[in-house]
């Protein structure tokens, strides 16, 4: 493919040129589109790798707008981040440091992020739909930040920074995708706030899109979702639950997290008992159905594909799940829902350097006693590595005192749901005991070290027999091993739990 660029309409109504190239052993097209009756341009990419062409491997593509940080000094990605004037990398008058992972965005719920003045004339990157992105509603990545003198607006078609890992289309694959389109949006209001507002009201799905690749015809998928408890067979009430539809996992795909070959498409904000949730505007194909919810630990994979058509609704009536639990429970630490936050220091996670805050806010260690203990206060959201008397960096253990009157039954089981991990190796043992078997096959998502709250999700089970408990005190110990990082001075690895409980047959 040539390098050229193509006027493909011209109108009163309707402007949009195609320039392209051949990058990367891959054919580039980009598309900028004016309508009149939208303030702003439409931005997509196609990407396309014919089956004759070499390997290729890439993992980073993005679209930055470099504004001028005067007058443009108010940045915002969510609701309720937003902050006027952040760098790419400082430190303030408070001595905080504040930098460019501070603002990045989750695309499970995002759809805007960008500039304003503080007069309220904006620069938006409206987002309807993140279909295209690797790791789809598993995804967190760069947003904005700023320079010298420069606000950078970036949006990330393609992005590596949480463990996403690199897209590597092969020779004899044919692999196409097209990124967008989304909005370049330019507004005026009375202030920085309400131009955000009104970028937020933007809709879709675009009817103009005329790019090859680009399906217009589409379906969507209805259903409702129950999880249950199996103890009682009840119905749990369900609060901000997800359903994604993603591909199977294979040798030639892996977990969704890493997933970009092809689309994806979820629904969130799921709430009640059995709700009813509805994906529209997919794209026709077969999928895996996945979903999760706030308060009930697990991730639930349906057992059958699932294949949507264009312009019908696959209605899968209930889809019954049953969450894991083998008896009641004796104890819980957290809130399962995926992240962190609800520990100390998780209400602002996206702060750099809290991991250095932990030797002195717990010089022991953590210490938890259930019944006594308060998870917001006395559990750090990042179970972190400390210097050790050599100088290089190590985990030190976390126990969880309880109180037994007597032992189970039978089986218990500690429930570990893991929000991230960065080279952290995990193992648990109980009352000084023998350490379980390890597990290491972590993904690393940079969580840590890269201000995030919620990476890679696991849910890891620990058994114990009835003997191995006493009546009385008991003690749990998580271990952390610190097993990589860039140097051995590195103190920016380590776990985040999402939850943990303690089920115990009997009691």
């Keep these: 493919m040539q390098k050229r660029s193509t006027i493909i309409k011209n109108t009163n109504d309707h402007v949009e040129i195609a320039f392209t190239d051949n990058v990367l052993n891959m054919d580039w097209e980009v598309r900028y589109t004016m309508l009149n009756d939208t303030k702003g341009v439409y931005f997509s990419l196609k990407l396309d790798h014919k089956a004759n062409y070499p390997d290729t491997q890439f993992s980073e593509i993005r679209l930055i707008l470099r504004l001028k940080s005067n007058p443009f000094s108010w940045l915002q990605v969510e609701d309720d981040v937003g902050l006027m004037g952040p760098k790419e990398a400082c430190k303030v008058k408070t001595g905080e440091v504040i930098h460019k992972y501070d603002w990045s965005i989750d695309a499970l719920k995002h759809d805007v992020h960008g500039f304003a003045t503080k007069n309220g004339l904006g620069c938006w990157f409206v987002t309807p739909s993140m279909e295209w992105k690797n790791g789809g509603a598993y995804n ?3 947003a904005c930040h700023q320079g010298e003198n420069d606000s950078l ?5 393609a992005g590596s920074h949480y463990g996403a890992g690199d897209e590597y289309p092969k020779r004899g694959e044919n692999w196409s995708k097209v990124y967008g389109p989304y ?4 507004n005026k209001a009375g202030s920085p706030q309400a131009s955000w507002r009104d970028a937020k009201a933007q809709k879709w799905p675009y009817s103009f899109v005329s790019q090859p690749g680009y399906v217009k015809q589409r379906g969507s998928v209805t259903g409702k979702l129950t999880i249950k408890n199996p103890l009682n067979n009840s119905a749990f009430r369900l609060e901000d639950a997800v359903v994604t539809l993603v591909q199977p996992e294979s040798n030639r795909e892996s977990i969704p997290n890493q997933q970009w070959r092809h689309y994806s498409f979820w629904t969130h904000s799921i ?6 949730f509805s994906i529209n505007n997919v794209i026709p194909g077969t999928y895996q159905l996945r979903a999760w919810s706030k308060g009930v630990v697990g991730e639930f994979i349906l057992n059958k594909s699932i294949t949507v058509t264009a312009g019908r609704t696959t209605n899968l009536g209930e889809i019954v799940f049953t969450e894991k639990r083998v008896g009641p429970i004796s104890w819980e630490i957290g809130i399962p829902d995926r992240t962190a936050k609800e520990f100390k220091h998780g209400d602002h996670f996206n702060q750099w350097g809290l991991p250095y805050k932990f030797p002195k806010e717990f010089p022991n260690g953590v210490n938890y006693i259930i019944g006594k203990s308060n998870y917001s206060r006395d559990w750090n959201y990042c179970h972190v590595s400390v210097p050790g008397r050599d100088g290089k960096y190590q985990s030190i253990p976390w ?3 309880f109180n037994l009157r007597k032992k189970p039954t039978g089986t218990s089981v500690l429930r570990v749901s893991v929000a991230a ?4 190796a995990f193992s648990v043992s109980i009352s000084g005991g023998k350490n379980s078997a390890e597990v290491s096959n972590f993904k690393d998502d ?3 070290r890269r201000d995030g709250i919620r990476g890679f999700y696991r849910e890891l089970e620990f058994k114990f027999g009835p003997n191995d408990f006493k009546i009385g005190e008991n003690k749990i110990t998580l271990h952390a091993r610190k097993t990589g990082g860039y140097t051995n001075n590195y103190q920016f690895d380590g776990i985040m739990y999402d939850h943990i409980r303690l089920e115990t047959p009997g009691l």
């Design 140 to 142: 967190r990545d760069l």
């Design 153 to 157: 607006q970036i949006m990330c078609m």
């Design 183 to 186: 909005l370049i949006y330019l």
């Design 271 to 276: 709430s009640g008992v059995s709700p009813n």
């Design 399 to 401: 126990n969880i005192y």
């Design 421 to 424: 991990n960065s080279s952290t």
């Design 446 to 448: 940079a969580c840590v």
